[in-house]
Structures are given as structure tokens and as C-alpha cells.
């Protein structure tokens, strides 16, 4: 099963928080700041209004409380509205 966004929406592949500090402490999961970096697996069509700027494969930054977070084939991804996307890694 594949997972198709509608409208002006993406669907994104947070990257992995870091897991070590500077120290060499290492920091458990609950404590691991959330990413605000990723890659975009898949985009919707746009809307009338906003047109689809983003394309899979880009990787992004986003806002830190941003988009809805899901579980798909056991993977944790990102749902969002791309003007929630703050900037493309180029």
C-alpha cells in the first residue's frame, strides 16, 4: 500500500535525532530533541490557490511543532501542509 498526500500536502521522513552529546554522554530516546530536518517521501497535487513547489526526494526543514506524526509500515513520518515546510536543503 502506498500513501498518496492530498492537496498541498507532504509527506515527510524526519532524519534521526542525535544520540550522543558533545560530552559522550549518551542521551535516552525520551530526552532526544525532536528532528526539524528531513526528506520528503511523497507530495500532493497543490491546490488551485498554492501550487505544488516541493517535489520527493528534497530535503527539508521544518517548524518544530509542525505537521501530524503517523505511523506507515512501520515507519514514523510526517504529514504536513507545505507552508509549514520552512526551507529546501539545496
Not at 25 to 32: E, F, G, L, R, V
Not at 51 to 59: F, H, Q, S, T
Not at 64 to 69: D, I, L, R, V
Request: cysteine-free; hydrophobic content about 45%; glycine content about 10%.
Amino acid at each position: 500500500m502506498k500513501l498518496k498526500p492530498l492537496a498541498d500536502r507532504v509527506i515527510i521522513l524526519p532524519t534521526e535525532a542525535e544520540g550522543v552529546a558533545m560530552s559522550g554522554i549518551i542521551i535516552p530516546d525520551s530526552a532526544k530533541e525532536k528532528p526539524l530536518k528531513g526528506k520528503v517521501l511523497a507530495v500532493g497535487n497543490g491546490t488551485k490557490d498554492e501550487e505544488m513547489v516541493l517535489k520527493e526526494g528534497d530535503e527539508v526543514l521544518y517548524g518544530k511543532y509542525a505537521g501530524t506524526e503517523i505511523e506507515f509500515d512501520g515507519e514514523t513520518v510526517l504529514i504536513m501542509r507545505q507552508n509549514e515546510v520552512l526551507a529546501v536543503i539545496a
